[in-house]
């Protein structure tokens, strides 16, 4: 997981990326896809499910929706990004260069505070699917923001 600086349009923003890795020794991942199956909402006193129109989240430096993972090697995937001078929500890493509904850019964001867990799916045409559960904190500031995967 990393982050980096910067965006198209040139307004500072800071992008959260998760690193997938084919463990495989001698096969290529072929033609990987990532989905976000479901966002929980963890609060106080409630734990909120959403269930989100599936979508293909963008594979950094990449417009299409995807990619291969030679053997033994990563790739990494936009798992958000905030804008540096407007902290209040985190926007999740769709692919923007292939969908063109922008419903998907209210429900595929998340307002800070808050606290978020992202159930990420990731499929490969020659492997079997693997899930991962992410933890995103999303606090006042964009230097406490905390983002990792959980065991």
Not at 35 to 45: T, Y
Not at 136 to 148: A, H, P
Request: hydrophobic share 40%; aromatic share 16%; with cysteine.
């Amino acid at each position: 997981m990393e982050y980096q600086r910067g965006n198209k349009t040139h307004e500072p923003a800071r992008y959260y990326h998760v690193t997938v890795k084919n463990r495989h020794y001698k096969k290529l991942a072929r033609d990987c896809v990532v989905f976000i199956k479901d966002i929980k909402e963890l609060r106080d006193d409630v734990t909120e499910l959403r269930a989100i129109d599936l979508v293909e989240i963008k594979w950094r430096g990449v417009k299409s929706a995807r990619v291969t993972i030679p053997p033994d090697k990563e790739r990494m995937f936009d798992g958000f990004f905030v804008f540096e001078n407007y902290t209040r929500i985190a926007y999740l890493g769709y692919n923007r260069a292939i969908v063109d509904f922008t419903v998907f850019d209210v429900e595929y964001s998340l307002r800070a505070p808050g606290t978020y867990d992202l159930n990420y799916l990731i499929y490969a045409e020659n492997f079997s699917p693997v899930n991962a559960i992410f933890r995103v904190q999303l606090r006042d500031t964009i230097d406490d923001i905390n983002f990792f995967q959980l065991e």
